[in-house]
């Protein structure tokens, strides 16, 4: 508990202009996406190591080190705790007393069907419990931004974010400042992944700011920073079990689920949400327990990362059907075709699926593909003192926020005075290119050339809210906005050119580089003459775009529904990947990855690559190497030498393809593809190490330590009745 | 203290703290802004330079070993609006996501190039290992080097 905060050594020192503390705070001090329980300086007790205490600023960062050593902070110990179920305890110490429902942020239960009840009618029944490890964003731009604020009290600031009008909303609450004074800009940002979808530096900027107006305050988080007091992957316990009758169908499906998400929400009980939805995975099950709690400790703060708590329960239950696909004697392949969801299914969580769902063309594309074809003989052919194993994996992932937050995006379009355009993007581009997506968009509906489009990146000044740059929503969302205002603003500019050029027919005006043109008579019009003689509000087209949601309940728990449960449209893929394992070091290699995916129609396939070749990176990372380590709260892979990121020696030649089936409601029959594929690698992965080894490992990520454990334990000769033991622990 | 060097072929004399490392004296006294840290201890490759023509971590070095040194920024690789083809290539195969490993990226491969004109793509793997990228999964990167390569050769 803070007791105390002495700042005036620090004040002595030349060149330090203030310290800061939580009593320079007019506003609530707290922030968060949807519990507001983070301060932005700690004003009651610190709940974890990254927590800030007070806010130094400097002339100069070399004055850094020095001033940050001389303000004296005073704490009173308070018992922690960083063990997610002894948070739950009785008796364990509270991180929130003003929770109702104390260390746990939120339960959410969802029944199908008969339930638990459904295995009674089960032929067989695997049983599983896994651990997946705590995964670091390590985008390579940490989190940064600089702030003004000037005489008349209007604050400007750039920050790396996914989130400009929000952050302004946050910003503001918790300073006690007027969201209208306050700009967010927010150009590209150097990779975000989820961990800039929500305040980083933002209120600390903006405190700094309007404590020195006039000046510009910068601040550029250190890696061990960001490491610190950046939000991660949750780390997951799972216990699964998973029934199917005679014929190899799946009858029930039991799942229970531990996050721990630190001492904030950031956005937790919507990863959870998220993950219950997916826990089922994309197949037909009619009975169906799933059980998920998220829960407050003293360890980092987890929050949003790219697949929002999917990777986590692919990862277990991808291993649970090839678990019953062995028991069963079905190949890993032909028990997911038999299961596979189709349009019309009711999902695992009880919603019909009226909208497109590729998973059964992916598995027959696979079943076709050379490298599934191959895959036998390729694993029979290892060398000497090397094991070979393939593995598979399918993955969903749902698009937008849900049924109760309005996924909407608006769309700005100007014809400026020159008759080029301008686009007003109104959401981030943190790397997806969705920017340069919007404009391939522009130019193809108003056939016009580059050079004649402005891009405006997301700047709350400029632009129009649009919501965040997450949820695999934003090219689908803001492309559909984008795509009406652009009809609108050519048809505009066509019935505006028809008075000046005199033709009774709409028809035989086309919109042209630079001009319209009357097809019969030749006659053309400059769009520069034709924006000269438009009044500036009549150039300007803005169109809303809200994106459908799915009217099921499938549950009366309202809080699941506010986090965003359930969704109306899914994108699919089925993973397989080859791995080689030195026995000599338990050293794995991935030799090949082939993703196929129903994704929509692609409108820039280069840039779906991207995504899906990115994802498997970031996946292969979170499966072999990723482990973000933490003792007693405090974080031991303190940089890019302990926390192992795959280099471009650890990710192999990928294999990516689209069936390029339409959504009808997406903007050219596009879905989103940002997540999709980080679902998948962890479980085929372990797949393809189990076939490999002869053993599964629970644990991730699945370092060559643990496989090497692995396989030693397997030499022995009691090879058989081991496995055999190990499966019963598991059952039991 | 003074010290004197060329940096993207222009000499320059700067007036610097001992202790100044060369990636602020880069982006933050002149202004270069391309080079980029991104861990500030040597793992990542993103401040990466070329000292000499050969690469070097500008985030562990001090601005003094600079001293008589010719010194290439990714700033100095475009003739004016014209991209190096080196860039050329990184952008016609989409090797480019968030773009903050991309100058380190690219001025690894420019001297990965010199030694290898004719790289086969584990060759390229190994030299661009040094090198972290968190968007790409490396595979468009390859392709970007292997295009620079091939494009090298015709015009040889």
């Not at chain 1, 006690?176 to 209120?203: H, M, N, W, Y």
């Not at chain 1, 992965?685 to 397997?714: D, F, H, M, Q």
């Not at chain 2, 802004?33 to 562990?60: F, N």
Request: hydrophobic share 40%.
């Amino acid at each position: 508990r803070l007791k105390e905060i002495d700042r005036s050594r620090a004040l002595n020192i030349p060149g330090v202009l203030a310290v800061l503390t939580h009593k320079d705070i007019k506003g609530t001090n707290r922030q968060g996406v949807v519990r507001k329980d983070q301060p932005v300086l700690v004003d009651d007790k610190a709940r974890h190591y990254g927590d800030p205490v007070a806010l130094v600023l400097v002339e100069n960062k070399a004055l850094l080190p020095e001033a940050l050593d001389q303000v004296a902070v005073f704490w009173e110990p308070l018992p922690p705790v960083y063990d997610p179920e002894e948070a739950l305890k009785e008796q364990a110490p509270l991180i929130h007393e003003d929770h109702p429902e104390g260390n746990c942020l939120l339960k959410g239960e969802i029944v199908k069907g008969l339930g638990r009840d459904g295995f009674s009618g089960c032929t067989a029944t695997v049983r599983a419990a896994f651990a997946f490890s705590r995964q670091e964003h390590a985008y390579l731009e940490t989190e940064n931004g600089w702030a003004v604020s000037n005489e008349n009290g209007f604050l400007e600031m750039a920050v790396s974010t996914q989130t400009p009008f929000r952050d302004r909303a946050e910003v503001a609450e918790a300073l006690g400042l007027d969201q209208e004074k306050i700009r967010v800009i927010a150009p590209c940002c150097g990779g975000a992944f989820g961990g800039k979808d929500g305040i980083t530096v933002q209120s600390l900027l903006a405190l700094g700011a309007i404590h020195c107006p006039g000046r510009p305050v910068k601040m550029y988080w250190e890696r061990e920073e960001s490491f610190l007091a950046g939000c991660k992957r949750h780390p997951a316990r799972l216990e699964y079990r998973l029934g199917a009758g005679q014929d190899g169908t799946f009858q029930a499906l039991e799942a229970r689920i531990i996050f721990d998400t630190g001492p904030y929400d950031h956005l937790g009980g919507a990863v959870l949400t998220l993950g219950l939805e997916h826990a089922g995975g994309p197949y037909r099950v009619p009975h169906v327990y799933l059980q998920g709690q998220v829960i407050y400790t003293n360890n980092p703060v987890s929050g949003a990362f790219r697949g929002f708590g999917v990777p986590q329960v692919t990862g277990a239950l991808e291993q649970m059907v090839d678990l019953l696909a062995e028991k069963m004697g079905l190949s890993p392949l032909e028990i997911r075709r038999r299961n596979a969801l189709q349009k019309g299914d009711k999902n695992s969580v009880g919603v019909r699926l009226t909208t497109s769902t590729g998973l059964k063309e992916c598995l027959d594309r696979v079943e076709a593909h050379p490298v599934w074809q191959e895959s036998l003989s390729w694993q029979e052919a290892a060398r000497p003192g090397t094991r070979r194993g393939a593995g598979l994996s399918c993955v969903h992932h749902a698009m937008g926020y849900g049924p109760v937050i309005p996924d909407t995006a608006r769309a700005k379009i100007e014809l400026t005075g020159e008759g080029k355009f301008r686009i007003y993007c109104g959401v981030v581009d943190m790397g997806q290119g969705n920017s340069d997506t919007f404009l391939q968009i522009a130019g193809d509906l108003l056939n016009q050339a580059r050079a004649d489009l402005e891009l405006v990146l997301p700047d709350t000044a400029q632009t129009l809210p649009s919501g965040s740059a997450s949820a695999s929503r934003t090219t689908y969302t803001f492309g559909q906005a984008l795509i009406k205002g652009l009809q609108e603003m050519k048809q505009r500019l066509l019935v505006k050119a028809q008075t000046r050029i005199k033709t009774g027919r709409l028809d035989e005006l086309i919109l042209e580089p630079g001009r319209i043109r009357h097809t019969s008579s030749g006659q053309t019009l400059d769009l520069r003459d034709l924006a000269l003689d438009i009044r500036e509000t009549e150039r300007i087209v803005i169109h809303e775009f809200k994106a459908p949601v799915s009217e099921e309940r499938v549950t009366p728990d309202t809080r699941l529904q506010l986090h965003g449960l359930p969704h109306l449209i899914f994108s699919y893929g089925v993973h397989l990947v080859y791995l080689e394992i030195d026995e000599l070091t338990g050293r794995v290699e991935v030799k090949k990855y082939l993703a196929i995916n129903d994704c929509g129609r692609l409108i820039n396939p280069q840039l779906f690559e991207q995504q899906i070749q990115g994802g498997i990176a970031q996946g292969l990372g979170y499966a072999l190497f990723e482990d973000f380590k933490v003792d007693q709260g405090m974080t031991i892979t303190t940089g890019l030498s302990t926390y192992i990121l795959p280099s471009a020696m650890d990710v192999p030649d990928m294999e990516v393809e689209a069936l390029g089936l339409p959504e009808e409601s997406g903007p050219f029959g596009l879905k989103g593809c940002g997540e999709l594929a980080m679902d998948g690698p962890l479980a085929a992965v372990a797949n393809a190490l189990a076939a490999a080894v002869g053993r599964r490992i629970y644990e991730s990520p699945l370092t060559a330590e643990r496989v090497l454990k692995a396989l030693e334990e397997g030499r022995r000769k009691v090879e058989f009745k081991k496995m055999r033991r190990t499966g019963e622990e598991n059952r039991n | 203290m003074k010290i004197q060097f060329y940096l993207n072929n222009l000499p320059r004399v700067v007036d610097v703290a001992a202790d100044r490392r060369v990636v602020d004296l880069l982006r933050e006294d002149l202004g270069l802004t391309g080079t980029k840290e991104a861990c500030g201890s040597g793992e990542c490759g993103a401040c990466t330079i070329l000292v000499d023509g050969q690469t070097r971590l500008s985030c562990l070095m001090l601005a003094p070993q600079l001293e008589g040194r010719k010194i290439t920024t990714i700033e100095g690789l475009a003739d004016g609006e014209g991209l190096h083809p080196l860039q050329e290539a990184f952008v016609q195969t989409g090797a480019v996501q968030c773009g903050f490993c991309t100058p380190g990226m690219i001025l690894a491969a420019l001297d990965f190039l010199k030694d290898h004109p004719d790289p086969v793509r584990e060759q390229v793997r190994e030299g661009l290992s040094g090198n972290l990228c968190r968007c790409t999964g490396y595979q468009k990167i390859i392709d970007a080097v292997i295009l620079a390569a091939e494009k090298g050769g015709r015009n040889r």
